[in-house]
């Protein structure tokens, strides 16, 4: 009876993997034995032909940074008397490390100790990319929604003080030459370009963050592109240098707004896919 159930499962098994193009698994825990079926390449990048049937090779395709994890979960759930196996980890796979989904179900013996654990190997390294796109268009959402009201915030103040700072430099150039009036002079015009680039991050951030009707009226696209730069320039200047090359000067019957975030997400998955220091 406990044969036909095992028998009975491996196919349920089997029949689970052929649906989600998984790889069925069923290991002898006593002596350590693997019997592989389904698409290895998918999972292991290799064929059958380039695989041992033994517990050490499959522990050893675990990436190092979560093989330790993956084996202590393992012995816990043997050792507690477990049934329901799941775990998620990396896969050195042909140099490319994937994403694995592994679940299974223990079965034990009548003396009451692990003999055999069934299960299969899924690669999700498709969906879990997916997921992070998602995370980060919902991280970009939301950090449009606060950029928008920093913006609004910021703006109006930053008109005053534009405006006395202009009054400063009208007042300073009724004043003779004198070093002083020189000195203030220079901390004047430093403090009205640094507020003038204060005015600039703010029509950026404005433009990509507001919520507006499928308007479009002709732009300078390279405006766009600069603004976009501009936004990004904190990370990228961490991972890479950017170079702006324009032909000529472009007027498109465009939405700025959707334009900007298309040129801005483009920046920003260009430079995540950089790896640190390369």
Same mark, same amino acid.
């Given at each position: ?9 491996? #196919? ?9 193009? !998984? ?6 825990? #006593? ?19 380039? =695989? ?8 050893? +395709? *675990?990436?190092?940074? @979560? ?16 049934? #329901?196996? $799941? #775990? ?8 490319? /490390?994937?994403d694995i989904l592994d679940r299974g179900l223990v079965e034990f013996?009548? @003396? ?32 449009? *929604?606060? &950029? &928008? ?6 703006? +109006? ?10 009054? !400063? ?7 003779? /030459?004198? /070093? ?6 220079? &901390? ?13 991050? *703010? ?9 507006? !009707?499928?308007?479009?009226?002709? *732009? %300078?696209?390279?405006?766009? =592109? %600069?603004?976009?730069? $501009? ?17 000529? +000067? ?6 700025? $707004?959707?334009?900007? +975030?298309?040129?801005?997400?483009l920046l920003v998955n260009a430079v995540q896919a950089i790896p /640190?220091? &390369?």
């Amino acid at each position: 009876r406990t044969e036909l159930a095992v028998r009975e499962g491996r #196919a349920r098994f089997e029949l689970l993997a052929s649906a989600t193009s !998984a790889v069925v698994y069923d290991w002898e825990i #006593a002596t350590g034995h693997v019997g592989w079926s389904g698409p290895l390449r998918s999972v292991f990048g290799c064929s059958m032909l380039l =695989m041992d049937s033994n517990f050490a090779w499959w522990r050893d +395709q *675990i990436h190092p940074e @979560d093989r330790g994890r993956v084996e202590k979960d393992l012995a816990g759930l043997l050792a507690s008397g477990g049934t #329901a196996w $799941s #775990a998620d980890y990396r896969v050195n796979g042909s140099g490319t /490390p994937m994403d694995i989904l592994d679940r299974g179900l223990v079965e034990f013996g009548e @003396d009451g100790r692990p003999r055999r654990m069934i299960g299969v190997l899924t690669n999700v390294t498709g969906y879990n990319v997916a997921e992070d796109r998602l995370a980060l268009a919902d991280r970009m959402a939301t950090v449009g *929604i606060f &950029a &928008a009201g920093v913006a609004h915030a910021v703006a +109006q103040p930053l008109t005053w003080v534009i405006a006395k700072i202009a009054a !400063a430099g009208e007042q300073l150039a009724t004043l003779a /030459p004198t /070093p002083r009036v020189d000195a203030a002079r220079t &901390a004047l015009d430093l403090a009205a370009e640094g507020a003038q680039r204060i005015r600039s991050i *703010i029509r950026d951030l404005k433009v990509f963050s507001r919520a507006e !009707a499928e308007t479009t009226l002709p *732009i %300078d696209v390279r405006r766009v =592109m %600069d603004s976009a730069a $501009s936004i990004a320039n904190s990370d990228v200047k961490l991972r890479a240098r950017l170079e702006r090359r324009y032909e000529h +000067q472009q007027r498109v019957a465009v939405n700025e $707004s959707r334009l900007g +975030q298309v040129v801005l997400n483009l920046l920003v998955n260009a430079v995540q896919a950089i790896p /640190p220091g &390369a």
